[in-house]
């Protein structure tokens, strides 16, 4: 409505008549939702429930929960919150995600299977395997297979800091370009002195478990990513996973977004730019054997069989390998590190977990008693001023279940 100036001074100190005013609606802030897509049972709304807030409470936009009991998939859910700052793109509970260290128990299993076939001995030395100089620190010679499994190589990163997040360190101290690969790596590695003896005190080794990476490459004549896909998930059906890569360009089709209020400096290339920390603030190709892998959450509780079935990757006597103490023993919560996961035994059961966790990702991966097992992936991790994240496993092991579903999801995703 247009209002004349004759109007508008018959009117009084510039007041309109009320038939004169244009009332124009307030614009709506967004309502924070969290959508759900995938099988959640009534029977296991408690998960479900969970999932959402635990989402919403943490700003988390894609997620994926599932849970596994006796062999069969019962929930499978993908999860999207939008609190209206930014656009999330769609997720189903087969969109590939970054898995993180949940890629240890992989890597440690591909080195079982190699024993069990015999081409390869857990009390094998690692340096001359490897080719690794011990004149540096001749304690490297007595790094075997079996002590890189445990995190008992004699590495500290607390001390000596993280191989695997050293790139622009590395790169200078070698006189080489960005971006540095396993090569540069190992030999940046064996020019500094261990932190400790081997096999006295464990310290968790991302270096550690990139060597059993190349172990097992140099071993199979495969790509280490080949021979994990042919002889351990083709068995088990699985074959949507794969290695992620640094760069959001080159993402796998369907693959959740990376989230973290952090940056760092490039390291896939020498530009300097600084850059989202997940999408090449570190380089993802090298993390291969320690966490570079991803899967879904339904590919993560399907994988558990391999251990669950003795057969069908692993022998029960690889199995038994794959979880025994170390030289080291029990610690001081009564659990031990086995092949790549965490171990406990309870009345009945032995217990197994680990997660996962680097700039804009955190997995849970979990396998209980009464033939629970679940999983858990998140597209970003606990950042400062954000609310716990370590909570969520005993959340999860605390909803009551007062039966469970009698079908089985798994066809639907295998």
Same mark, same amino acid.
């Not at 007041?15 to 309502?31: F, G, I, N, S």
């Not at 991790?381 to 579903?405: A, C, L, T, Y």
């Given at each position: 409505?247009?209002?004349?100036?004759?109007?508008?001074?018959?009117?009084?100190?510039?007041?309109?008549?009320?038939a004169a005013l244009v009332t124009r609606p307030a614009q709506a802030a967004p309502v924070p939702?969290?959508?759900?897509?995938?099988?959640?049972?009534?029977?296991?709304?408690?998960?479900?429930?969970?999932?959402?807030?635990?989402?919403?409470?943490?700003?988390?936009?894609?997620?994926?929960?599932? &849970?596994?009991?006796?062999?069969?998939?019962?929930?499978?859910?993908?999860?999207?919150?939008?609190?209206?700052?930014?656009?999330?793109?769609?997720?189903?509970?087969?969109?590939?995600?970054?898995?993180?260290?949940?890629?240890?128990?992989?890597?440690?299993?591909?080195?079982?299977?190699?024993?069990?076939?015999?081409?390869?001995?857990?009390?094998?030395?690692?340096?001359?395997?490897?080719?690794?100089?011990?004149?540096?620190?001749?304690?490297?010679?007595?790094?075997?297979?079996?002590?890189?499994?445990?995190?008992?190589?004699?590495?500290?990163?607390?001390?000596?800091?993280?191989?695997?997040?050293?790139?622009?360190?590395?790169?200078?101290?070698?006189?080489?370009?960005?971006? &540095?690969?396993?090569? @540069?790596?190992?030999?940046?590695?064996?020019?500094?002195?261990?932190?400790?003896?081997?096999?006295?005190?464990?310290?968790?080794?991302?270096?550690?478990?990139?060597?059993?990476?190349?172990?097992?490459?140099?071993?199979?004549?495969?790509?280490?990513?080949?021979?994990?896909?042919?002889?351990?998930?083709?068995?088990?059906?699985?074959?949507?996973?794969?290695?992620?890569?640094?760069?959001?360009?080159?993402?796998?089709?369907? @693959?959740?977004?990376?989230?973290?209020?952090?940056?760092?400096?490039?390291?896939?290339?020498?530009?300097?730019?600084?850059?989202?920390?997940?999408?090449?603030?570190?380089?993802?190709?090298?993390?291969?054997?320690?966490?570079?892998?991803?899967?879904?959450?339904?590919?993560?509780?399907?994988?558990?069989?391999?251990?669950?079935?003795?057969?069908?990757?692993?022998?029960?006597?690889?199995?038994?390998?794959? &979880?025994?103490?170390?030289?080291?023993?029990?610690? @001081?919560?009564?659990?031990?590190?086995?092949?790549?996961?965490?171990?406990?035994?309870?009345?009945?059961?032995?217990?197994?977990?680990?997660?996962?966790?680097?700039?804009?990702?955190?997995?849970?991966?979990?396998?209980?008693?009464?033939?629970?097992?679940?999983?858990?992936?998140?597209?970003?991790?606990? @950042?400062?001023?954000?609310?716990?994240?370590?909570?969520?496993?005993?959340?999860?092991?605390?909803?009551?279940?007062?039966?469970?579903?009698?079908?089985?999801?798994?066809?639907?995703?295998?």
């Amino acid at each position: 409505m247009t209002v004349s100036r004759r109007t508008l001074l018959k009117t009084g100190a510039g007041l309109l008549p009320a038939a004169a005013l244009v009332t124009r609606p307030a614009q709506a802030a967004p309502v924070p939702v969290v959508e759900a897509n995938g099988v959640a049972p009534s029977q296991l709304a408690g998960f479900d429930n969970l999932m959402k807030k635990f989402v919403k409470d943490r700003n988390i936009s894609q997620s994926q929960l599932a &849970i596994m009991k006796n062999g069969r998939i019962v929930l499978a859910r993908a999860y999207r919150y939008n609190d209206g700052s930014r656009a999330v793109p769609a997720i189903t509970p087969t969109s590939p995600m970054r898995i993180a260290s949940l890629s240890k128990n992989i890597t440690a299993a591909a080195i079982m299977r190699l024993v069990q076939d015999g081409k390869l001995t857990l009390s094998a030395k690692v340096a001359p395997l490897l080719g690794l100089s011990t004149t540096t620190d001749p304690r490297l010679a007595q790094v075997t297979v079996l002590r890189l499994i445990h995190h008992l190589g004699g590495w500290d990163r607390d001390v000596s800091k993280d191989q695997l997040w050293l790139d622009h360190t590395i790169a200078a101290a070698l006189d080489v370009p960005l971006p &540095i690969g396993h090569a @540069e790596i190992m030999k940046y590695g064996s020019q500094r002195r261990l932190d400790h003896d081997p096999g006295t005190k464990m310290v968790y080794s991302n270096y550690g478990y990139m060597l059993l990476g190349r172990i097992i490459a140099k071993v199979s004549g495969q790509s280490y990513e080949s021979y994990v896909r042919t002889k351990l998930l083709a068995p088990l059906g699985i074959t949507r996973m794969r290695l992620g890569r640094s760069l959001r360009a080159q993402a796998f089709p369907g @693959e959740a977004i990376y989230e973290s209020k952090y940056t760092n400096k490039s390291v896939v290339d020498d530009s300097g730019k600084v850059l989202p920390y997940p999408y090449g603030g570190f380089n993802m190709p090298n993390q291969d054997a320690n966490g570079g892998w991803l899967a879904s959450a339904v590919d993560l509780v399907r994988w558990t069989l391999a251990m669950d079935r003795p057969g069908k990757v692993l022998s029960s006597a690889s199995i038994a390998r794959l &979880i025994a103490k170390p030289e080291t023993g029990i610690n @001081e919560y009564g659990s031990w590190y086995g092949g790549g996961i965490w171990v406990r035994q309870v009345p009945g059961n032995i217990n197994t977990w680990h997660n996962g966790s680097m700039p804009g990702t955190y997995t849970y991966l979990c396998r209980i008693q009464n033939g629970f097992s679940y999983a858990a992936c998140f597209n970003r991790r606990e @950042e400062q001023g954000s609310p716990d994240f370590d909570g969520f496993s005993e959340q999860m092991n605390k909803v009551p279940v007062s039966s469970w579903p009698t079908g089985d999801l798994t066809s639907r995703y295998f």
